[in-house]
């Protein structure tokens, strides 16, 4: 194994931003990665997980540890049970279960990254998302460097959600992910957009007609990477959607007198809140600029390098937005990409 040094990672993130990481190694295999891990302990330095990079915002001093980059491989199917292994790439995996006509994940087609950083922050969209589908996840769990198969159950999903970003963060590194998937499921189609694009269809859509339905409505919002694309330079959706009491949601619909406050029930009787809709009242429309940082012109929430920005650009534009909304509405957005330094 490989432990290079001084390594520029804006190449290894879809930001296109980032400093150098001290150390850099890629895993391919479980041996790897044990290997790795004593080399950072050896020298006391920290570890950072790379998966596809699409989901970080790397400082501009870089990492001062070593990055493993999961280049694990391989898929194991057993009926309509599949094994995958953390490096696969998570779009290819799900053109690979669609085409095998296997339903469960054909709405979570175009999404960047890795399989293995799936369930790390639950990844969802268009009224799907991985927990669903989850039946276990291997890991390498550093408190005790052994190998472990946790359950769907134990790893604590919700929205955006799981241990591995939550409880238990940094003490997992996923190295399979086990889905269970359901053979010639009726595809799903309850987002508005996918209602939208199949209403003068007459039959019940396939699941390849949804994954690939997917795949254009997100191009056309800039959310599917297509080389060449500014707006594609990002970290696809950079605010989480607030869920705030009822409370506080009358008050804020109160000051909209006569108005729809879009809003949609969360968990504990609360409401959760589109991020996009806050940041447009707030003044931060499709476009917007901030030096060389912006906002997408096809999609309010994708903060954007615009070309030559570094991570305090995108900062700058993040903390903007924040203190713009907290004057506004009195809500603390969370920012969705792992701030790496
Ligand atoms: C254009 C665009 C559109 C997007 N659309 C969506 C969307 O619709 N829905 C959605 O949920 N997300 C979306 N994302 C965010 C992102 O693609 C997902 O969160 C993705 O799953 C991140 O995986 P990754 O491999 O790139 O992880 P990385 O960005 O490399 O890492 C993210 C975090 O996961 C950890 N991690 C990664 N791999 C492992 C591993 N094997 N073991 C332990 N920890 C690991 C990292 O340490 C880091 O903390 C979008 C991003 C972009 C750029």
């Keep these: 194994m490989q432990f290079l040094e001084q390594i520029p990672l804006a190449s290894y993130t879809t930001f296109g931003i980032g400093g150098p990481a001290r150390w850099f190694a890629e895993a391919q295999t479980e041996d790897d990665l044990i290997e790795a891990i004593g080399f950072a302990r050896e020298r006391d330095i920290p570890l950072f997980i790379l998966g596809g990079g699409s989901n970080l915002l790397v400082s501009d001093t870089g990492f001062p540890g070593l990055v493993i980059r999961i280049a694990l491989k391989g898929i194991d199917q057993n009926a309509s049970q599949f094994s995958v292994a953390a490096g696969e790439d998570w779009d290819k995996f799900v053109s690979f279960a669609v085409d095998q006509n296997y339903g469960g994940i054909e709405c979570l087609a175009g999404i960047p990254g890795s399989v293995g950083g799936t369930?790390?922050?639950?990844?969802?969209?268009?009224?799907?998302?991985?927990?669903?589908?989850?039946?276990?996840?291997?890991?390498?769990?550093?408190?005790?460097?052994?190998?472990?198969?946790?359950?769907?159950?134990?790893?604590?999903?919700?929205?955006?959600?799981?241990?591995?970003?939550n409880s238990q963060r940094g003490r997992y590194i996923v190295t399979r992910v086990t889905y269970e998937f359901k053979k010639d499921a009726v595809a799903v189609v309850s987002y508005a957009d996918l209602k939208r694009y199949f209403q003068d269809k007459s039959a019940v859509p396939t699941l390849s007609e949804v994954s690939s339905a997917v795949r254009q409505i997100r191009q056309q919002k800039g959310m599917y990477i297509v080389p060449g694309d500014p707006d594609c330079r990002s970290a696809g959706s950079f605010f989480k959607n607030p869920v705030i009491s009822r409370t506080h949601f009358a008050q804020i619909a109160a000051n909209f007198d006569g108005f729809q406050v879009p809003n949609y029930p969360a968990e504990n009787d609360q409401v959760k809140l589109p991020a996009a809709w806050l940041l447009d009242q707030a003044g931060f429309h499709k476009g917007f600029a901030l030096g060389r940082a912006g906002i997408s012109s096809k999609h309010t929430l994708a903060l954007i390098n615009r070309g030559g920005a570094c991570a305090a650009d995108i900062a700058a534009l993040r903390d903007a937005i924040v203190a713009k909304v907290v004057e506004k509405f009195a809500i603390q957005l969370e920012p969705e990409p792992v701030w790496v330094e």
């Excluded at 790390?120 to 769990?141: C, I, K, M, P």
């Design 119 to 165: 369930p790390v922050q639950n990844v969802g969209a268009y009224g799907q998302e991985v927990a669903q589908t989850v039946h276990s996840v291997r890991v390498l769990d550093l408190q005790t460097m052994r190998f472990l198969e946790l359950s769907a159950a134990e790893c604590g999903f919700a929205y955006r959600r799981s241990i591995f970003n």
